[in-house]
């Protein structure tokens, strides 16, 4: 290496760095590893195995929206044929016997999701922005509705099911239970983000970037902004697929829900909610979401409507998602000025808090008087019980949301105080935001 | 010896608005070109006809004695024409790093690779590491490009010009906003950069344009008008009537 490499490169990474970055993987396999017997259920292990495939789909999401600018409204498509055709593969494999253990079958989705990526996708890479958001839209209803017509491949509305444990067995390994199912998922999971994260390490994943900044740039560097959307869209597509298949597996059943469009609008979500920004926020997304989803359902007949809410929430104040906003406390956490804004968050918590509480009683009371207003008025949400029908509610539930706002405002702005504050430290510290 | 760049009968008209009516001119090979005219003339949209951003209406582009009107660009950069942008064109929201990083694959053949290591590459940070030193931002290195000051983002953008190796280089007013001290400092730059290399520079500021070429075109309403070494223009009649005595007036 020259003299000028070494002076003005960024550093290769030390030992120690390198120790790091290992270690955050080991520690992840290990955590794998572990999780099974510390949350033991079935209902847990069930929830991890939702959770592992949400994270492959969101990531493999995020590699066409964050990495490579390009908003689609139809990932579900190459999700939902990778599940397709490795039920019908569990079929076939099954009835002849093959000698093609569970554990690669995914593989057939991850191919599945690539092929259609690469056959639908060089017509809509050619531009990104709205007309490659609207041609995703179409594809997406084009093969979500062929999913109810075509009935022999996909099944109809029952979808088509399949027995994974007929299958060639590895090591006695019968995938019945539910642990081997989220031991499957879970190497699966590794394996796919080490490859996605591998992925922007890499020159395309570097001009996918590129092409996410300035399309028209990259064209007069030697690139062409097409291609490089179009791998970008196929890689996408593989990971997808991935993930249909091990839903799939997962559930024995593919369904046309598994190509329709709230498949996709919850992949969005996941995404953006986590963040686009860096690496981790799609699987923070994802683990969010998922749980959210899974949680909320039992706590709250309106759950979607909470959901939309919080979308609309990150994108209005948190564009950066949740990883933004944790993101940008590094600067301050690394000049130790982080005890500045704390206190301010304490308090506003407080308001903020109020503020919601009052309007998740009003949404409530709203959705009892117009969804079921025969029902008994004392219900139940979040656990909690009232009655609906009770002038107290009804005052709080328009006190809380307007009075906390009006507090929340004002210690809002104490936290912008703070934050300031800190920041302008940490920067005289030379801490770089 | 053939010409770096030769345009033959350029036509280009936008409906029905002729902007270059017959433009024809060389640049030779190592040539250090400039392109002067007042505002509308066609220059800007002679740049984007050359590098492949728009098609002529009629006419054709030689690159090294080669027809490359019609091509796309980044055809054409890869046989080797790189240009820049009169208004910033970076990629902003990645580093300085990343930036020229970018500007430099293709040419080191890295193409659309997706099974190597990028900060496993030697001849990639090799030549990373001399143009950022090149363009003396080796300092924000890790500053994202948006974040930098206009006339950084000025010498990035001539970095990213540069870095592919390209032996034929456009700059699309690279002084454009600059202060005295700053264009002194980019003209240094440019002098340097393009040392060995043939350049065609549209250019404003004429001490830039005086100093650094060894020929220039003057185009006025989508004509060139003459062509000639900074003396030969200088005693030019019509140029002086219909360009240099509008700047003196």
């Known amino acids: ?433 | 010896m053939t010409p770096a760049i030769e345009l033959w009968g350029i036509r280009k008209s936008f409906g029905d608005i002729a902007i270059l009516r017959d433009v024809s001119f060389s640049v030779a090979q190592d040539e250090r070109h400039a392109l002067i005219g007042p505002n509308g003339a066609g220059k800007s949209t002679t740049f984007n006809l050359i590098s492949g951003y728009m098609k002529p209406t009629s006419g054709s582009v030689l690159l090294h004695g080669e027809v490359i009107s019609g091509l796309p660009p980044y055809q054409i950069n890869r046989r080797g024409l790189s240009r820049s942008f009169q208004v910033t064109n970076v990629f902003p929201n990645m580093s300085v790093w990343e930036n020229l990083r970018c500007a430099v694959l293709w040419s080191t053949g890295q193409r659309y690779a997706f099974w190597k290591n990028i900060d496993n590459l030697p001849e990639v940070r090799e030549r990373t590491a001399q143009i950022l030193s090149d363009i003396n931002l080796s300092g924000r290195r890790d500053v994202t490009a948006g974040l930098l000051t206009y006339a950084e983002q000025r010498a990035l953008e001539i970095g990213i010009t540069v870095a592919g190796g390209a032996d034929v280089i456009l700059l699309d007013e690279p002084t454009a906003g600059m202060s005295r001290a700053e264009t002194e400092h980019a003209v240094a730059l440019i002098r340097r950069l393009s040392e060995g290399r043939t350049l065609l520079i549209v250019e404003h500021d004429m001490s830039v344009v005086f100093g650094l070429a060894d020929r220039i075109s003057v185009m006025v309403y989508g004509q060139i008008v003459a062509s000639g070494t900074p003396e030969e223009i200088r005693g030019n009649a019509k140029v002086r009537e219909a360009y240099l005595g509008e700047e003196a007036a």
């Open chain 1, 1 to 433: 290496m020259s003299e000028i490499a070494k002076t003005v490169a960024p550093p290769l990474p030390t030992a120690a760095e390198k120790l790091r970055f290992y270690g955050i993987w080991a520690t992840s396999l290990l955590l794998l590893l572990l999780l099974p017997n510390i949350f033991s259920s079935g209902a847990a292990l069930t929830t991890f195995c939702l959770i592992g495939i949400s994270i492959i789909f969101s990531l493999s999401y995020n590699i066409l929206l964050g990495q490579t600018g390009m908003l689609s409204f139809g990932h579900a498509v190459y999700y939902g044929l990778g599940g397709f055709l490795v039920i019908h593969a569990i079929n076939i494999i099954g009835a002849n016997k093959l000698p093609i253990p569970l554990p690669v079958i995914p593989l057939i989705g991850g191919l599945t999701g690539l092929s259609f990526a690469a056959l639908l996708g060089w017509v809509s890479t050619k531009r990104s922005g709205t007309a490659f958001a609207m041609i995703s839209l179409g594809v997406a209803e084009l093969i979500a509705s062929s999913a109810l017509i075509l009935r022999t491949f996909f099944g109809g509305e029952a979808g088509i099911s399949a027995n994974r444990t007929r299958l060639f067995k590895l090591l006695d390994l019968s995938f019945g239970p539910q642990i081997q199912i989220y031991y499957l998922v879970a190497a699966w999971t590794l394996i796919a983000v080490l490859a996605m994260y591998a992925l922007t390490r890499t020159p395309l994943g570097r001009v996918c970037n590129a092409v996410r900044d300035n399309p028209e740039r990259v064209q007069f560097v030697g690139y062409n902004p097409h291609v490089v959307r179009y791998l970008a869209f196929c890689f996408s597509g593989f990971f997808a697929g991935i993930a249909g298949a091990l839903a799939a597996i997962n559930f024995e059943i593919a369904n046309s829900a598994y190509l329709g469009a709230q498949q996709s609008g919850t992949v969005l979500f996941a995404t953006y909610i986590g963040g686009i920004g860096f690496f981790v926020g799609p699987i923070l997304g994802a683990i969010f979401v998922t749980i959210l989803s899974l949680g909320l359902s039992d706590l709250t007949q309106v759950w979607q409507l909470y959901f939309g809410l919080i979308f609309i929430s990150v994108v209005l104040f948190a564009p950066g998602g949740i990883t933004g906003v944790l993101m940008m406390h590094r600067p301050l956490l690394k000049a130790g000025t982080l005890q500045k804004v704390l206190p301010s968050y304490l308090i506003a918590l407080v308001p903020t808090l109020a503020m919601i509480a009052g309007l998740v009683l009003a949404i409530e009371t709203i959705v009892h008087y117009t969804v079921n207003p025969g029902d008994d008025s004392h219900i139940k949400a979040f656990g909690i019980g009232f009655d609906a029908a009770s002038p107290f509610v009804w005052a709080i539930s328009v006190i809380l949301p307007i009075g906390g706002y009006l507090v929340a405002r004002k210690t809002w702005t104490w936290v912008a105080d703070a934050w300031g504050e800190a920041t302008s430290l940490a920067e005289n510290k030379g801490v770089a935001s």
